[in-house]
């Protein structure tokens, strides 16, 4: 979901527990979907990418799922661990020549031992 | 470590003044993007730069400006700073204006 100001929706989750944070983007002719982690006191840190031409992709614990009908992005982090305690943005572009992302909200993950 | 350095860390400074944050880009990065986050408005785009040449601009206002330089580094200009610019200010690079995007730790400005 999307929020304002410091009211991130939030998800609290057990370590080892699978998490998912969902996000909706607005424009439906975006074709690039970009997920970053931001921990406190840093930069937005690259998580994983996909294009509008998949529906799903996975990294290393981690998977994107994209419903274009519906304009809805989720990331799925297997086997959570307190390092994954983050703000989790979605970002999505629409193309041509520039990549200039635009960001939602974020999502605060907090991950309990 | 994303490999994009920017300076000062933390700036603090009056309302009037004028500032200057400096990006590095990641070795080989062509392009240099700078958001800006604040608490209620998220990640914003300001501008973007690739190879010292301006690409695209957003949000951002006349009492700013950027410049990429050749040796690719990047400064963002901020003038008559007023309070409501408190924020953190993130340089972001890519190879060649292609994603991802890979951004610094920021810089934290906080205008009084």
């Known amino acids: 979901g999307e929020s304002v100001g410091l009211h991130l929706p939030t998800l609290s989750v057990q370590e080892g527990d699978n998490s998912i944070i969902n996000c909706a983007y607005s424009n439906s002719a975006s074709d690039y979907f970009i997920w970053y982690k931001q921990e406190s006191g840093k930069g937005p840190q690259f998580i994983i990418d996909i294009r509008s031409n998949m529906d799903k992709r996975q990294g290393q614990r981690v998977t994107v799922l994209l419903n274009k009908t519906v304009k809805h992005l989720s990331l799925q982090i297997a086997a959570t661990q307190p390092g994954d305690s983050a703000v989790y943005f979605c970002?999505?572009?629409?193309?041509?020549?520039?990549?200039?992302?635009?960001f939602g909200k974020g999502t605060l993950l907090t991950v309990n031992p | 470590d994303s490999g994009v350095t920017q300076t000062p860390k933390h700036l603090i400074t009056a309302t009037g003044q004028r500032v200057t944050l400096r990006c590095s880009p990641r070795?080989?990065?062509?392009?240099v993007y700078w958001y800006q986050q604040s608490l209620d408005q998220g990640l914003q785009f300001l501008i973007q730069y690739y190879n010292g040449e301006e690409r695209a601009k957003g949000n951002i206002l006349e009492r700013f400006s950027a410049q990429q330089f050749p040796d690719l580094h990047s400064e963002l200009n901020l003038s008559s700073l007023e309070l409501g610019d408190s924020a953190l200010y993130f340089c972001a690079s890519s190879v060649d204006g292609s994603p991802p995007l890979h951004f610094g730790n920021g810089t934290r400005l906080t205008v009084t």
């Open positions: 970002a999505e572009d629409y193309g041509g020549s520039n990549y200039k992302l635009t």
């Open positions: 070795s080989g990065d062509l392009s």
